[in-house]
């Protein structure tokens, strides 16, 4: 089941739900602070994310604060567990231009090497290219060394390309990432 408010020329969008056999990826809400916490406050979490580790609940409120806005071409879907409904990552799907979109994820490490990265990408892909007819590619430039999420990429067809520096405030000097893309 899936519900969408949003298109290439709409003001707003929101990400009501999507299922898969094993999750639902719906929206975040202000009750998710603690279960958001409890996976960003981790240090392997944010090791290769742009953001820094959360510190206090109150750094988990202030995220979700911006998780929830519905911004233009902006879907921002929490991972949950189906079977207990808990909150266990996150998956963003951004509309760059009118061919192209970026993604991200995160996930607790409780759950890793599971496939459930796998299995969200799988389900938000899927609904990528059923609800947006004009997208030609998906991208995204995860840190080098983040195994991890390279195997997801590879796992969901992402082909690798370039190597290159960037900048994220929290790396001084930047961080090498690697390009990765996927065409319709």
Not at 52 to 59: G, R, S
Not at 133 to 138: H, V
Not at 149 to 172: D, I, M, N, Q, T
Request: aromatic residues 12%.
């Amino acid at each position: 089941h899936t519900r969408f408010k949003c298109d290439w020329s709409s003001d707003v969008c929101s990400s009501d739900l999507l299922e898969s056999a094993r999750l639902i990826l719906d929206a975040f809400h202000a009750d998710d602070a603690p279960a958001m916490f409890f996976y960003a406050s981790q240090p392997e979490v944010a090791k290769w994310m742009a953001w820094n580790q959360h510190q206090t609940l109150e750094d988990s409120r202030r995220a979700l604060d911006c998780l929830m806005w519905e911004l233009p071409g902006q879907y921002e879907w929490a991972i949950r567990l189906r079977d207990t409904g808990e909150l266990v990552g996150g998956f963003s799907f951004l509309l760059k231009a009118e061919a192209t979109a970026e993604l991200h994820f995160t996930l607790a490490p409780a759950y890793w090497r599971r496939g459930l990265t796998t299995e969200a990408g799988q389900t938000v892909l899927a609904w990528a290219w059923q609800n947006h007819a004009k997208l030609r590619a998906i991208i995204t430039a995860p840190a080098a060394e983040n195994l991890g999420a390279l195997k997801v990429l590879e796992r969901l067809s992402f082909y690798p390309g370039a190597k290159r520096r960037s900048g994220f405030h929290k790396f001084s000097g930047g961080i090498d990432v690697i390009e990765y893309h996927l065409a319709r």
